[in-house]
């Protein structure tokens, strides 16, 4: 059974950065591309960050210069790196990975809450 845990969410001032991470346990063959959405209610889940198992990275172009997504590939975990938050960035923050188990799949953490306070 495959795990995709994150950690790091919490509250924080506009103006102010919070790490999100996320670690992909249990058996597996392989994690291709990873990636961080977020969605707020009654909306749809947005891509925030994506990176391949080589480090090349996609970001939304909203996000450009303020998200900074990285991973690492021996602790099978992806990190997302927020600066200068705003009050428009509050949401679940869902890890995604791309994982060879008897195929290849999409699987999802359980989300981590991301409050910006003005």
């Known amino acids: 059974q495959v795990q995709l845990v994150e950690s790091g969410g919490g509250l924080v001032q506009a103006g102010g950065s919070l790490r999100l991470s996320c670690v992909v346990s249990?058996?597996?063959?392989?994690?291709?591309?990873m990636a961080w959405y977020r969605q707020v209610p009654g909306k749809q889940r947005d891509l925030v960050a994506s990176i391949t198992t080589g480090g090349g990275a996609n970001y939304a172009d909203s996000l450009k210069g303020r998200f900074t997504i990285s991973r690492d590939n021996v602790k099978n975990t992806v990190y997302l790196q927020m600066d200068n938050l705003k009050p428009e960035d509050t949401a679940v923050y869902y890890c995604?990975?791309?994982?060879?188990?008897?195929?290849?799949?999409?699987?999802w953490g359980q989300g981590a809450q991301v409050t910006v306070s003005s």
């Open positions: 249990g058996r597996f063959g392989g994690i291709l591309t």
């Open positions: 995604n990975a791309r994982i060879l188990i008897a195929y290849w799949a999409d699987y």
